[in-house]
């Protein structure tokens, strides 16, 4: 069989040169009469150019949400589904393991590597990690032991509390959630952390607007239902997510609160159901698909280089503005 150095010495050229006209690199410059007699030489010489062999890792997609709640919060499918789009799009095999799993660390023992969605207590983290390299999405952790990628709700936040007192508002109200880790530790939310400080800082009237549930379309309902009942309504209202906010419309809706004229409505996320909710909701883009896309893209490269260095990204979010929220429609 021909190889590389059969074809430099009948072209007369170096290795090097043969190698990279071969692969077409774009760098290279020759005279088109020595491409030729390369191309020409390994045509003679019958050479076959050896395929670079596939690496065809398998990872486990070890999810927090069961397939009910991920169904009731397309958040977590939308990363879901980035992380899987990658992984058969570079031939990486799948298996999917969900935290309520009778055993299911034992059904990560024939992996290669881990990715993580959700909220996971420092033990649990410790025996992934010792298993396989993981690698933990939507989820903050200060121990440099991990690696993780998460979302910058913090800058999220402040922007979009900049955008509401810009819109006049001097009462401003936070509905969310509360999630608890396998430990019994509550994880500490940066969108409400985030927003108390920020409140507290601006003197915004916020305490008596206030409550936490869960991340829920009916928990959002009762809480704003709350509200109403208390005659304690802000004229701007911060929910924590987008199934929230848009079981607060629908509280809202039922009594004749107009939006945004007498209060104005933001959420998080920007599922798709935010667009065609009544009015269209104004919410922070959190990049969901992406983040999965970019855990599917970094545990590869950890595979295949074996770094043990462990790595944080933070994504950004960004706000988009629609019928919600609007400067105009006020009241003075």
């Known amino acids: 069989m021909a190889t590389l150095k059969d074809i430099a010495l009948k072209a007369g050229v170096s290795q090097a040169a043969v190698s990279r006209c071969l692969n077409n690199d774009p760098t290279l410059v020759l005279p088109e009469e020595t491409r030729n007699n390369i191309l020409q030489a390994a045509e003679e010489l019958h050479y076959v150019k050896k395929r670079k062999k596939v690496i065809a890792h398998t990872i486990a997609i070890l999810q927090w949400y069961s397939l009910e709640q991920e169904a009731n919060d397309p958040y977590y499918l939308m990363i879901r589904t980035g992380v899987e789009n990658y992984c058969q799009e570079h031939q990486m095999k799948i298996t999917r393991v969900f935290k309520n799993d009778h055993d299911y660390i034992s059904k990560l023992k024939d992996v290669d590597g881990i990715i993580c969605i959700g909220k996971f ?20 952790c200060t121990d440099y032991q991990f690696s993780t990628i998460s979302l910058d709700f913090a800058k999220a936040t402040n922007d979009l509390m900049d955008y509401l007192v810009s819109l006049r508002h001097k009462k401003i109200g936070f509905i969310g959630g509360k999630e608890y880790l396998s430990d019994g530790t509550l994880y500490p939310d940066l969108r409400y952390s985030t927003f108390i400080h920020y409140a507290k800082e601006h ?128 009241e003075q």
């Not at 390299?133 to 989820?139: G, I, N, Q, Y």
């Not at 629908?250 to 609160?257: D, G, K, Q, S, T």
């Not at 893209?297 to 960004?318: A, D, N, R």
Request: hydrophobic share 35%; net charge negative.
């Open 121 to 140: 207590a420092k033990e649990e983290m410790n025996i992934i990690e010792n298993m396989h390299p993981s690698l933990f999405v939507d989820m903050s």
């Open 203 to 330: 003197q915004i009237d916020y305490e008596d607007y206030t409550l936490l549930s869960s991340y829920t379309r009916e928990d959002g309902y009762t809480m704003v239902n709350t509200l109403i009942q208390k005659g304690t309504l802000p004229t701007a209202l911060v929910c924590a997510s987008d199934p929230i906010a848009i079981g607060a419309l629908r509280a809202l809706n039922e009594h004749h609160i107009k939006i945004p004229e007498d209060i104005s409505v933001v959420g998080y996320d920007d599922i798709d159901e935010a667009s065609y909710t009544s009015p269209s909701l104004t919410t922070v883009h959190a990049p969901a698909y992406e983040m999965g896309q970019y855990a599917g893209m970094m545990l590869k490269g950890l595979l295949e280089t074996k770094t043990h260095l462990p790595l944080k990204v933070i994504l950004p979010c960004t706000l988009l503005e629609r019928e919600s929220t609007d400067m105009n429609k006020l």
